[in-house]
């Protein structure tokens, strides 16, 4: 029986390809114009297994599949290569470090500091590899939305990571996120994995949670399901500034912590965001004043720490285990003298709110007033989660109808 499919009579391609082939040496002389890849492309991903088959495969003159391009949308002279990336690169650094072993130079490394994959050849297997016909094939009349489509089509062998297919996509959440990474953060503070776009990941947690108002699940489907254009209207104009601003207090405050796990942002900037809406002055803070404390919370058993943050870190995705957390370490920090509480009437004011926000967290956001069970923590102070509150008049909606407190009523 057909499946029960169809294709929208819409939004129909004009794309145009056209064949063409060159030798290696030739490909090598020319680079320039063909090593250049839309941001939606992967990093390198090969294990040297593939390497060393793909070179096997250039030398006996064995089937290799053709690399697909098209014209930069940048404005930059040159092409885009839209899938072959892995074997255009393994071929141009196979050759370059053949050039730099004929001269007697040292291997050429990559932005690691990995040596390119190489090994010798004999003479004839030499000049086979340099003349070997590499096959292309352009697209013309592509879009950056066919450019998307396409990729995420065409890609084979290895697959996209979540967070390769969350660099692919258009979403603004996406796009505030490529922002947040530019942050000086993720290249000074943070000293875990980097490939395949693992560290861009962990630029998407602190967007959430400004989108979420802290907590909401951050496992990988449902970032991904998060990142679709249907919640774009959760994206406000100034988010990347408050970011951005958020995580300079994270390198003060945690100053000496170096983040191995990529869901050790959601700890560090939960906590900014959380003591930042009980009324604390981060910003005037002595440098390093978490440090400690999460050292002695966070950090308890350092060698699955640096196995990259198993356990803790990988529950920590959980919207309900963020909850269960920060019930307790909220008092931990605030109690602990860790941070400058200010005076009598700011500490009064602190811990007022405090008791509001784990009352909160206790009771899963049910008002105990109105019995209200969607009241987010940004309209805490509008409801009774401690028992002082319940003196307060008119404030959630026990009548069934909201009646906001004035703007500046006393506590």
């Not at 490909?27 to 390497?51: F, G, H, M």
């Not at 109690?335 to 811990?351: E, T, V």
Request: aromatic content about 12%; charged content about 25%.
């Amino acid at each position: 029986m057909p499946r029960n499919y169809s294709i929208r009579e819409d939004n129909y391609a004009d794309v145009v390809s056209y064949p063409f082939q060159m030798p290696l040496h030739a490909l090598y002389e020319s680079k320039a114009t063909y090593i250049n890849y839309p941001d939606c492309q992967r990093q390198e991903v090969w294990p040297e297994r593939y390497k060393k088959d793909l070179i096997d495969s250039l030398v006996k003159g064995l089937f290799i599949p053709e690399i697909l391009l098209m014209a930069r949308l940048d404005g930059l002279p040159g092409k885009w290569v839209i899938d072959g990336q892995q074997r255009l690169e393994c071929m141009m650094q196979f050759y370059e470090a053949l050039e730099a072993d004929l001269r007697g130079d040292p291997i050429p490394k990559n932005e690691e500091g990995e040596e390119y994959f190489y090994f010798r050849l004999t003479s004839s297997q030499e000049k086979r590899f340099r003349d070997r016909m590499i096959k292309f094939t352009e697209l013309q009349n592509m879009t950056e939305d066919l450019l998307t489509v396409t990729f995420l089509r065409l890609q084979n062998q290895v697959s996209l990571s979540s967070a390769e297919k969350l660099w692919a996509t258009r979403s603004q959440l996406r796009n505030v996120a490529v922002e947040v990474y530019g942050h000086p953060f993720f290249g000074k503070m943070y000293q875990g994995k980097t490939k395949r776009r693992q560290s861009f990941q962990m630029a998407i947690y602190p967007v959430m949670i400004e989108m979420f108002k802290p907590f909401t699940d951050m496992a990988s489907p449902h970032i991904r399901f998060t990142s679709g254009y249907s919640h774009d209207g959760l994206i406000y104009p100034e988010m990347t500034e408050t970011i951005h601003a958020n995580i300079d207090l994270i390198m003060n405050l945690y100053s000496g912590i170096n983040p191995l796990s990529m869901t050790e942002m959601i700890i560090m900037y939960q906590s900014v965001w959380l003591l930042k809406f009980l009324g604390i002055d981060l910003a005037n803070s002595p440098h390093g004043s978490l440090a400690e404390w999460y050292r002695k919370t966070i950090i308890q058993d350092p060698d699955k720490h640096r196995r990259g943050g198993k356990g803790l870190y990988h529950q920590m995705t959980q919207n309900k285990v963020q909850r269960e957390m920060w019930e307790r370490w909220l008092g931990e920090i605030v109690y602990g003298n860790y941070l400058n509480l200010g005076n009598d009437a700011q500490k009064s004011h602190i811990i007022a709110q405090l008791e509001r926000v784990t009352g909160w967290l206790r009771h899963d956001g049910i008002c105990k007033s109105c019995g209200s069970a969607h009241v987010r923590l940004v309209d805490v102070e509008r409801h009774v989660f401690r028992p002082a509150d319940s003196h307060r008049p008119g404030n959630c909606y026990a009548s069934k109808a909201l009646v906001l407190a004035p703007t500046g009523t006393e506590r």
